[in-house]
């Protein structure tokens, strides 16, 4: 029985060598998580995906431009700490934060079996992402979580088979919060989004 999560690049696939961060598959991975949102089967996401997309495709650019400088997304972000452009570094950040709304609101899912998606995800949304967003930007994001599936219709998306669906969720889950962490850990440490 096939399941969302089959021939996709998962997290738990992104090499990370001594705490640095493959930037190729975590692209690839970051491109398949997008796809998840096609499972919530709301235009509102549209928003959402067309974010995360334009920022993999930052990093992308710098990727194919550097690909000395840019093979893990530690030396990538050090490479621009020093100069004017920093496009590669926002738009990493960017997507590094959808992916902890992602995380958030897939761990807040899972571990709340009685919710529904709508109220896991706008929690998620409140504790990750709004605080970055103005007036404009927060009450499209709002409106994409009020939209979102039924959990059981989500989740029989994601596969017939729950059992399978539960364990290679967790499995994504578990190295896409890794990842994240690692990101943001890195980001805090050297202070590297100040004013992006």
Same mark, same amino acid.
């Given at each position: 029985?096939a399941t =969302?999560f089959d021939g996709k690049?998962?997290? /738990?696939?992104?090499?990370v @060598?001594?705490g640095k961060i493959?930037?190729a598959?975590f692209?690839?991975a970051?491109?398949?998580l997008? +796809? #998840?949102?096609d499972?919530?089967g709301?235009?509102a996401? *549209?928003?959402v995906?067309?974010?995360m @997309?334009?920022? &993999?495709?930052?990093?992308r650019?710098?990727?194919l431009q550097d690909p000395s400088?840019a ?9 621009e $700490?020093?100069t004017?452009?920093k496009t *590669?570094?926002q738009?990493?950040?960017?997507l590094?934060?959808?992916l902890?709304? @992602? *995380?958030? $609101?897939?761990r807040?899912?899972?571990?709340a079996?009685?919710k529904?998606l709508?109220a896991?995800? @706008? ?5 990750? #992402?709004? +605080?970055?967003?103005g007036?404009?930007?927060k009450?499209v994001f +709002?409106?994409?979580m009020? *939209?979102?599936p039924?959990?059981k219709d989500f =989740?029989e998306?994601?596969g017939?088979d729950?059992d399978?669906? /539960?364990?290679?969720l /967790?499995t994504?889950l $578990?190295a896409?919060e890794?990842?994240? +962490? &690692? &990101?943001m850990?890195?980001? /805090?440490?050297?202070?590297y989004?100040?004013?992006?």
């Amino acid at each position: 029985m096939a399941t =969302f999560f089959d021939g996709k690049k998962s997290f /738990a696939d992104v090499p990370v @060598t001594d705490g640095k961060i493959d930037t190729a598959s975590f692209l690839e991975a970051s491109e398949a998580l997008v +796809k #998840l949102f096609d499972l919530l089967g709301s235009s509102a996401f *549209a928003v959402v995906q067309k974010d995360m @997309t334009g920022n &993999i495709g930052k990093v992308r650019a710098k990727l194919l431009q550097d690909p000395s400088n840019a093979s893990t997304l530690q030396d990538l972000i050090l490479s621009e $700490a020093n100069t004017k452009s920093k496009t *590669a570094t926002q738009g990493l950040l960017w997507l590094s934060r959808g992916l902890q709304f @992602t *995380a958030q $609101a897939m761990r807040e899912t899972v571990d709340a079996p009685s919710k529904e998606l709508t109220a896991t995800f @706008t929690d998620a949304y409140t504790k990750t #992402l709004s +605080k970055y967003h103005g007036v404009l930007v927060k009450p499209v994001f +709002k409106l994409a979580m009020k *939209a979102c599936p039924y959990r059981k219709d989500f =989740f029989e998306k994601l596969g017939s088979d729950q059992d399978k669906v /539960a364990q290679e969720l /967790a499995t994504w889950l $578990a190295a896409l919060e890794e990842i994240v +962490k &690692i &990101i943001m850990d890195f980001f /805090a440490s050297g202070n590297y989004g100040k004013g992006l």
